[in-house]
């Protein structure tokens, strides 16, 4: 156990290495880059590889060819390189290639503000490529949960083959605070389900119990086929509806059984709460103290912070809403969330918005002034 | 009874506010074994805009990292000192560079304390790059928060190899300079 003085992307990097990713590509951009620095320094001490490509989508690529490889792989950006990375985003959750993907979220749309803290991709990192599909989102508060949730993010790659999303702000990002860096051996780490079967029996997209179908490394010895086309069992595109919807009623059931083995939430003074505030991200920060103020004050109120936000933790947060009288959801966006809130309650809670868009960081009294109106 | 001690350092990009900043976070977190946070604000130049770097220290767990009520405000620029000099709380302090702000402007209820930063860092170093130092050795002898050797401890891990003396040197004329501030 090392104490260490780390910021977030510092953090992100270490736990990349420690989760076993050994390659990253991408294309250094605010407020991300040290992630990139970092890995820079710490990959090739492990015999890993470091590549800065020409752009983000082929950084989204390279990781992609990588870990069909069989190596853990790692990119990270933010605004607009996630936007252009969601075409092969799109082809991970197509042909279920396990990576992870950071987005250190800045203000937007387009250039935006890159300096400055925003959580404006809470939306775009579920729905950001087109089509149907599953994605795991994870966002972390602090220093520490960025390690946590960085080593959580492969491990989630790795046992449900498919990409996940780790969503920063700024403000984890760049934050300096102490943390605990655990000894290996300390921490589990999964990789991927590889085959048993003969060469020749292989099947990459097997219908498997779980709905996760092994993976076979290329130059292993199983020869596999890999396309961004609706495909079979084989891996070879298929215009057959009757397999496409088996295909994806595989990917429906993977998620199903995974869901709650990935959804992580965290209820303070939940006790005798009758007001709920809702946030993830450095926005969860803010509410402990804008909580704590409210108690003060003598308002029963409690939190729920979202360290997983997709799939979203609407069974938890239904759970605990019965009977309260409000619900604010803070959020550094002009209200995102707060849909997926009141979808997952219902009308009979009120639900409010705590929202803050100009670029600076949500102030306790952004969620007190909310509170006040119920 | 518990603490939490904010301090605000504002300037320009280039001035070296985040590493001092960071500094703070790690003599109080690491070698003083109290909490801290550092978190900035800057825009996207590289070197001059605002830049702004936040230490909160405290005996308990830091919620919420940015300043809300700042205990210590170090204006390194004259937009700094008009932005965030009254936004400092009753009985702070405020030190500002005499070499970069030229109109300070009347402060209620603060101790403000004018300083020869960026000409002292000339004058006896021929480097105005450790401005910064000799700041950081007034901010730690006026707020007397932490230790003069946790902060050194802190300095001798942060900054680049090869530079550890003339960054200590600074720092130590910065100190000096504080307790001279204090007499006046």
């Given amino acids: 156990m090392i104490k260490k003085m780390m910021h977030g992307n510092e953090a992100c990097a270490y736990?990349?290495?420690?989760?076993?990713?050994?390659?990253?590509a991408g294309y250094p951009i605010t407020p991300s880059s040290e992630i990139a620095e970092e890995l820079a320094v710490l990959l090739p001490q492990v015999e890993g590889k470091f590549i800065q490509m020409e752009d983000e989508i082929a950084s989204m690529a390279a990781i992609l060819g990588a870990s069909l490889n069989g190596i853990k792989s790692l990119t990270a950006t933010s605004g607009p390189g996630f936007s252009l990375k969601q075409e092969n985003i799109g082809y991970a959750c197509q042909t279920e290639i396990p990576c992870v993907i950071v987005n250190v979220q800045r203000?937007?749309?387009?250039?935006g503000s890159p300096t400055m803290p925003s959580q404006e991709d809470f939306m775009q990192s579920r729905w950001g490529t087109h089509g149907d599909h599953f994605i795991v989102v994870?966002?972390?508060?602090?220093?520490?949960?960025?390690?946590?949730?960085?080593?959580?993010?492969?491990?989630?790659?790795?046992?449900y083959r498919t990409p996940v999303i780790l969503l920063?702000?700024?403000?984890?990002?760049?934050?300096?605070?102490?943390?605990?860096?655990?000894?290996?051996?300390?921490?589990?780490?999964?990789?991927?389900k590889k085959p048993s079967v003969k060469p020749e029996d292989f099947r990459p997209y097997e219908n498997t119990e779980d709905g996760v179908p092994p993976m076979a490394a290329f130059g292993s010895g199983y020869r596999h086929h890999?396309?961004?086309?609706?495909?079979?069992?084989t891996g070879f595109p298929t215009n057959n509806s009757e397999?496409?919807?088996?295909?994806?009623?595989?990917w429906k059931k993977k998620f199903d059984l995974a869901r709650d083995t990935v959804v992580f939430t965290e209820l303070t003074d939940a006790e005798d709460m009758e007001y709920l505030v809702f946030s993830y991200g450095s926005s969860a920060r803010c509410t402990r103290k804008a909580v704590k103020i409210a108690r003060e004050n003598g308002l029963k109120v409690g939190s729920m912070k979202a360290l997983t936000l997709w799939p979203f933790p609407g069974k938890e947060l239904e759970k605990v809403s019965r009977g309260l009288k409000g619900i604010v959801v803070a959020e550094m966006n002009?209200?995102?969330?707060?849909?997926?809130v009141e979808r997952a309650v219902g009308k009979n809670v009120k639900v409010l918005g705590a929202n803050r868009y100009d670029g600076e960081s949500m102030h306790p009294d952004d969620i007190l002034s909310v509170i006040e109106k119920f | 009874m518990s603490f939490r001690y904010e301090i605000r350092l504002s300037g320009a990009g280039g001035q070296g506010l985040i590493l001092i900043g960071k500094i703070l976070a790690e003599a109080a977190a690491i070698f003083a074994d109290l909490n801290a946070t550092q978190s900035q604000s800057y825009g996207p130049e590289s070197r001059g805009g605002a830049s702004r770097s936040e230490v909160i220290i405290s005996d308990e767990d830091i919620d919420y990292p940015k300043a809300g009520n700042v205990d210590f405000l170090l204006a390194m620029t004259q937009e700094a000192f008009d932005k965030y000099g009254e936004m400092t709380k009753n009985g702070g302090i405020v030190v500002y560079d005499m070499e970069m702000v030229h109109t300070p402007r009347q402060l209620e209820g603060v101790r403000v304390f004018p300083a020869q930063i960026t000409e002292l860092a000339i004058k006896e170093f021929s480097k105005p790059i450790v401005a910064n130092m000799v700041a950081l050795g007034i901010v730690i002898n006026l707020s007397n928060i932490l230790?003069?050797?946790?902060?050194?401890?802190?300095i001798k891990s942060r900054v680049p190899k090869g530079t550890e003396e003339i960054n200590l040197k600074a720092f130590d004329l910065g100190y000096e300079k504080g307790k001279e501030l204090q007499g006046l």
Wanted: aromatic share 4%; charged share 30%; proline share 4%.
């Fill in chain 1, 226 to 233: 890999v396309t961004g086309l609706m495909h079979d069992e």
């Fill in chain 1, 334 to 340: 002009m209200g995102q969330a707060i849909r997926e």
């Fill in chain 1, 107 to 111: 203000g937007g749309p387009s250039t």
């Fill in chain 1, 243 to 250: 397999i496409i919807q088996k295909q994806k009623d595989r």
């Fill in chain 2, 147 to 154: 230790g003069i050797e946790t902060v050194k401890e802190a």
């Fill in chain 1, 138 to 159: 994870l966002s972390p508060s602090s220093v520490q949960e960025t390690f946590d949730l960085t080593v959580k993010s492969f491990n989630i790659s790795e046992k």
């Fill in chain 1, 168 to 192: 920063m702000d700024e403000i984890v990002g760049h934050m300096t605070e102490k943390m605990i860096l655990p000894e290996p051996g300390e921490i589990e780490i999964i990789d991927r």
């Fill in chain 1, 15 to 24: 736990g990349a290495i420690i989760a076993g990713c050994r390659f990253f």
